[in-house]
């Protein structure tokens, strides 16, 4: 089954590919940014599927087409962990509730709404048109489809709404939206805290 939908997102991101060229590929920063399942061994095995979307990807100066950047931490594990990155990685072990590090991240999936490579402060309009685009809205209802998360993290207002938007609120039900990870305006602690209430809260309903 797994190798099924790794198949699938091969040929999803072959075709969201082709349309994001014909829009960004004369500019010499055009990258496409392939994303969705980290680790095929991990993926659901005996756990809920665990979907995280974010904006876009922050290509950090080095745009190097097909790179999953998230995926890197489980290879190379001297790279230099981000606020984001590392909110990421608590959010997971809370849901699991397990205390795995970075290794939780074999357990979860993770998206991008806009594939081409951004910078550290993604511009809104930019994405909401990108994201306005029939074409792109298919490819993004349609890799969440493959993915099949049983809960899916808002990274950010933002992704709330553009997913609302294309999923006329019908994907509120399986659901919530936390504060961006790289909110630096509120602690860890407190970060954690208002995840694990909105889980309570999901689990309830």
Known sequence: MLENQLNLLDKLFEEWKKTDSQEFGSDSHFAFSKDGIICSDEYGKNNPKLLFIAKEPNAGGVYNSDIFWIKNFLTDKSQKKSLFSNRIVMMSNCYYNTDLGYDVLRKISYMNLKKTAG???????????????????????????????DLIVCCGNDVK????????????????????????????????????????????K
């Not at 910078?119 to 792109?136: H, P, Q, V």
């Open 119 to 149: 910078s550290s402060r993604c511009n809104y309009n930019d994405l909401k048109n990108y994201c306005a685009n029939e074409e792109r809205r298919k490819f993004i209802k349609r890799e969440i489809e493959i993915l099949s998360p």
């Open 161 to 204: 709404k553009i997913l609302s938007d294309i999923f006329c609120d019908n994907i509120n039900y399986k659901s919530i939206c936390v504060k961006h990870p790289s909110y630096f305006f509120i602690s860890n602690l407190a970060y954690k805290n208002d995840f694990e209430s909105k889980i309570v809260q999901k689990r309830r």
